[in-house]
Nanobody
Framework: QVQLGESGGGLVQAGGSLRVSCKAS????????MGWLRQGPGKEREFVAG????????SYANSVKGRFTISRDQAKNMVYLQMNNLKPEDTAVYYC??????????????WGQGTQVTVSS
């Protein structure tokens, strides 16, 4: 089992920046891919970004490429999502998630409780 806990959400104006963090605990993450997914109001949950725990290979949704950066700190078992140039359409609950397998695309096996990010116009 992998336990995940997010922090760092909040309210920010459009054009601003925010970083959300995820603390992972439990079994080793060596064979896992870590991801951030989000669910906006009235929308389905969607993939945002993913990173392989060992190689650090990243992937992003087209909607956030060039604005968001996913990273991980192996020593601290932390995963981060740096969000720059935020837009109102980025408003969502952001979930940290983990999975095994070769790609960062869903489905994911383990989920955090989510953290709210609200971008005001």
């Amino acid at each position: 089992q992998v336990q995940l806990g997010e922090s760092g959400g909040g309210l920010v104006q459009a054009g601003g920046s925010l970083r959300v963090s995820c603390k992972a605990s439990g079994r080793t993450l060596s064979h896992h891919v870590m991801g951030w997914l989000r669910q906006g109001p009235g929308k389905e949950r969607e993939f945002v970004a993913g990173i392989s725990w060992i190689g650090g290979v990243t992937s992003y949704a087209n909607s956030v490429k060039g604005r968001f950066t996913i990273s991980r700190d192996q020593a601290k078992n932390m995963v981060y999502l740096q969000m720059n140039n935020l837009k109102p359409e980025d408003t969502a609950v952001y979930y940290c998630a983990a999975k095994t397998g070769p790609t960062a695309r869903p489905p994911y096996d383990y989920w955090g409780q989510g953290t709210q990010v609200t971008v005001s116009s």
